[in-house]
């Protein structure tokens, strides 16, 4: 696998194999289905996705691998960029990446990163019951101090996956761009990874979250939340267990405020 | 505490829900003591705008006084009376930096369905306005919590009634900035205002203040064009005349310099335009109505500005783009960056240049607001605006 991520096709999405592009097109006819059954937003999502599909499947290509964000290259490795920016300076934002121990606070599929050496690293990401979770070992691939910071997994893996991150300053003095992508093989092939995608575990919808996750954190200290307030619902006021793919950053933090009397 | 419910399309009710409580040591809860109904509350009550779930709770026009604040909160203090904007801000991002504060990046908790529409990070969360844009609790309620509370409630230090401020909140500011941004020459252009609902009504108004040389506003309902003609505008009914000719007439064949768009995606209309906005409706096929878009598209003098304060929430079709384009238009439209023109517009109103309550037609209680809600949308008992106090 290369270390690098290999630049995605010209093409847009990537090219099928007959057997999906039959799947794709009966899946785009129900999500459109679907999509008439829904309202507001996911009707529109629904709609769009499904029409999409159909289109893209009479042309042989795989339309959400474009649509949403999703690449595969000439291996049929599945690569999800996304990027950021972020109003704190490179430095700040680089050091925070080359922690790699710290690298769960800001990807929330992983679990933890053990460093072993100065090259070598212990990851382990949450996975479905009943695994659980998976590990693998990595390298730093390169590391450019507040440019960029690779990594891979080392040959025998059980999930072959590399990732880089890339840090710029961004003009006008408004702090860091962030790029991250990563690169893993999937399971079942393109089909497999789109599937998970409308099932909200891909991984592209996820490193959004994380990365927007991390920007707030970053130049508020927290994230923003509903979480626990008030409604005409029967939970009102009850705060909900985070959802895993979007860990509240610094719970704690509600409970230390002071009411008024007790200033 | 009692609440406006939204208990879905068509319906919002009273309902005795938990008092807020304070989630993050940024925030402050109020105790409201005036809140308002507003044209965009129209919008959830009909469905248009989607992600509202039952039980989210109505407003984003409210005022009132700080009963507790969190352990981080500087500036606020217990006891404060404050007027809040409808958007929610962060203060420190890129953005809020640069006086943008409805496109704050770091505001709305549910950013993934924003990004998802619109091709870009979420703007501003809002005050009770669908999960769309944060799902924060609203303000037609007794108290409400509001999330960063040193950047939003701006402090009320003179005794101007509730009445004279509210409008701080949203409908000034949305009808100044729809003015402002037009950049009005001073003795010489003229600016037609669609919509004379409470935003249409204060846009004209700020176009007066900002120097316009006449200013025409255009809709059907007798009360409303009364109370523009009132504050000397020229008035337009469209249902009485062809309002693209009379618009030539009034300007002597130029059109108007600018034209403001105060009624936005679920506007009243006639013509194939409207038949076809009504078709996609039914089918499922786009939200947004769009005859007076049109119309000010089609209105507008060449080089000229169309302002757009009406809210528009998904897909639109057959707009005019071509004469948009032959004619050199300038489009500006947005939430409106409430912050930054709450301290100008008070000292505007402390100064009397003007006084808002003049939009003021219905005072009521929380417990006649499901009824209200009725009488404002369907414009009836020369309703404009209805204004409610919580404690009543
Ligand atoms: N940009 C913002 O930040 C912001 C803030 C507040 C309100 N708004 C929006 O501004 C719009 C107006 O708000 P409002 O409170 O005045 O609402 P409103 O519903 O009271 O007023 C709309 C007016 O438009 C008139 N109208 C309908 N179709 C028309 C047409 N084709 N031509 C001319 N007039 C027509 C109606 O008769 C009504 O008087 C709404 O879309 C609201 O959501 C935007
Ligand atoms: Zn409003
Ligand atoms: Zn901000």
Known sequence: ?263 | MKAIVWQGVNQVGVERIPDPELLLPTDAIIKITSTAICGSDLHLLDGVIPSMEKGDVMGHEFMGEVVEVGRDVKRLKVGDRVVVPFNIACGVCDFCQRGLYAACDNSNPNHRMAQALYGATSGSALFGYSHMFGGYAGGQAQYVRVPFADVGPYKIETDLKDEQVLFLTDIFPTGYQAAEQCGILPGRDVVAVFGAGPVGQFAARSAQMLGAAHVIVIDRVPERLAMAEAAGCQTINYEQEDVLVALLESTGGRGPDHVIDAVGMEAHGHGPGHALDMAERVTGMTFDRITALRWAIMSCAKGGTVSVPGVYGGLVDKLPMGAAFGKGLQFRMGQTHTHRYIGPLLSRIEAGEIDPTFVITHRATLDEAPELYKTFRQKHDGCVKVVLNPWA
């Open chain 1, 1 to 263: 696998m290369n270390t690098k991520a290999v630049p995605p096709k010209k093409l847009p999405g990537t090219q099928l194999p007959g057997g999906e592009r039959t799947a794709l097109g009966v899946l785009g006819g129900t999500l459109m289905v679907s999509g008439l059954g829904q309202s507001g937003v996911s009707r529109l999502i629904l709609l769009g996705l499904g029409g999409g599909l159909g289109y893209m499947a009479a042309r042989g290509r795989n339309p959400l691998a474009t649509a949403l964000k999703v690449d595969q290259n000439a291996q049929g490795d599945v690569q999800v960029r996304e990027a950021t920016t972020i109003g704190k300076p490179v430095d700040v934002i680089y050091a925070q990446w080359r922690d790699l121990s710290g690298l769960p606070r800001i990807m929330s599929h992983l679990e933890r990163v053990e460093v072993l050496d100065g090259r070598r690293s212990r990851w382990t990401a949450k996975a479905p019951a009943p695994m659980n979770e998976v590990s693998w070992e990595a390298e730093i691939t390169a590391d450019e101090p507040g440019r960029r910071l690779a990594w891979r997994s080392l040959p025998g893996s059980s999930i072959e996956n590399s990732g880089e991150a890339l840090f710029r300053a961004a003009p006008g003095d408004r702090g860091t761009e962030v790029i991250v992508r990563l690169t893993y093989r999937p399971p079942g092939g393109s089909f497999g990874a789109i599937a998970a995608r409308i099932l909200g575990e891909e991984p592209a919808q996820q490193l959004r979250d994380d990365l927007m996750r991390f920007k707030r954190e970053q130049e508020l200290g927290y994230n923003p939340t509903v979480n626990g307030q008030t409604s005409g619902r029967a939970d009102a006021g009850q705060r909900k267990p985070a959802p895993a793919a979007q860990p509240e950053v610094r719970r704690d933090l509600g409970s230390e405020t002071h009411r008024k009397g007790e200033q």
